[in-house]
């Protein structure tokens, strides 16, 4: 193995360890809040909303299933770079291939839908807005 080979692998182990850190970061903070929510939270009241409980959850649980997905990217990654296993690193390869193709789909079609999306995020600002100031009246 040279130089270049040896740089590289350890470029990609560095890199996949910082990568299943941050997956386990936040699947930790999305488990803390998810068992800890109402004392982190407990005065927060929502108009119209009794329970914010599911408000709460809906950013919670895709922070966990992303920790989740970075996790096993990074572990794949790591184990696939140490091991020099090409299985794995082909494995690696395709997930993350996906994800770079899923990336630009998503570039693409928020350019191409830029004009609703400022407008629908405008109009629930504006809704937003106009219910905090009815709460403080």
């Given amino acids: 193995m040279g130089c270049c080979d040896a740089l590289l692998k350890a470029i990609l182990i560095i890199t996949n360890v910082v990568v299943m850190l941050a997956g386990l970061l936040l699947l930790i903070v999305g488990g803390v809040f998810m068992a800890r929510k109402f004392d982190f939270f407990p005065d927060?009241?929502?108009?119209?909303?009794?329970?914010?409980?599911?408000?709460?959850?809906?950013?919670?649980?895709?922070?966990?299933?992303?920790?989740?997905?970075?996790?096993?990217?990074?572990?794949?990654?790591?184990?696939?770079?140490?091991?020099?296993?090409?299985g794995l690193l082909n494995i690696?390869?395709?997930?993350?291939?996906?994800?770079?193709?899923a990336e630009v789909a998503i570039i693409i079609v928020a350019v191409v839908k830029k004009n609703d999306f400022q407008?629908?995020?405008?109009?629930?600002?504006?809704?937003?807005?106009?219910?905090?100031?009815?709460?403080?009246r």
Avoid: H, W
């Fill in 44 to 86: 927060i009241e929502i108009d119209g909303v009794d329970d914010y409980s599911n408000n709460i959850n809906a950013v919670l649980i895709p922070i966990m299933v992303v920790g989740g997905i970075l996790l096993v990217f990074g572990l794949i990654g790591c184990l696939g770079a140490c091991t020099g296993k090409s």
């Fill in 92 to 101: 690696y390869f395709i997930m993350v291939l996906i994800v770079v193709i």
């Fill in 119 to 136: 407008d629908a995020t405008e109009e629930a600002a504006k809704g937003r807005v106009r219910g905090v100031q009815g709460c403080l």
